[in-house]
């Protein structure tokens, strides 16, 4: 058996490498090296955390309506968010999916149904559940967990463990401390067997 390998001096230099790996959908595997705040499936859960704990974050809000489990395209949040319209500009986007969210096409109207029915649905849990448990549960039922292969799973998980970790210390959630800490973890390596190895030349050693 062989294996094939890039070497390089520091960490920094394997980000453009990567990128072109995933482009041409090879399969790499990057130990310590890829952080775990940079990964799309952690992202999009930071933002379903943030969406779930602050409505009023428009930013957090449009992330989530952008991400696989409902997709909306970038012209349909922008119909959405008030067009050019600035009288919308402060409006929460909770309160602009009751008022326009009839404006989408057909396709975009019966997706954000699904996704703003199961977003109420997680507002009426709120009380009765840990903030963990919440994210979870509602990330999994807008389907979340279905977009993901097992590394993305893996990276999901540590996020979600991450964050009962925080809230069993801290007994809430403080985002800042829990965008730091993602900073500091790396994301998960691939398993496959034919994975090109993206290593330090000190880690190599």
Known sequence: PW??????????????????LKIASIPYRA?????????QEVLDLFALTRALLHPADRTA????????WCGLSLAELHILSGA?????SQRSIESLIV????????????RLARFWLVMRAAADKQPLL????LVERTWRSLGGDTYLDANEMANARRYLQLLAEL??????????LLQHR??????????NEDAVDLLTIHKAK
Request: aromatic letters at 4%; a negative charge.
């Open 3 to 20: 294996k094939i390998a890039v070497l390089v001096r520091t960490k920094n230099l394997l980000h453009s490498i990567i990128e072109e």
């Open 31 to 39: 130990v310590d090296i890829e952080p775990l705040g940079e990964r």
């Open 61 to 68: 809000w449009l992330a989530v309506l952008r991400a696989p």
């Open 84 to 88: 050019d319209n600035t009288d919308f």
């Open 99 to 110: 008022e326009r969210g009839d404006l989408l096409n057909e396709e975009g109207c019966q």
């Open 130 to 133: 840990t903030t963990s448990q």
């Open 167 to 176: 809230e069993t210390q801290a007994g809430t959630i403080d985002l800042s």
């Open 182 to 191: 993602i900073e500091n973890l790396f994301a998960a390596s691939s398993a």
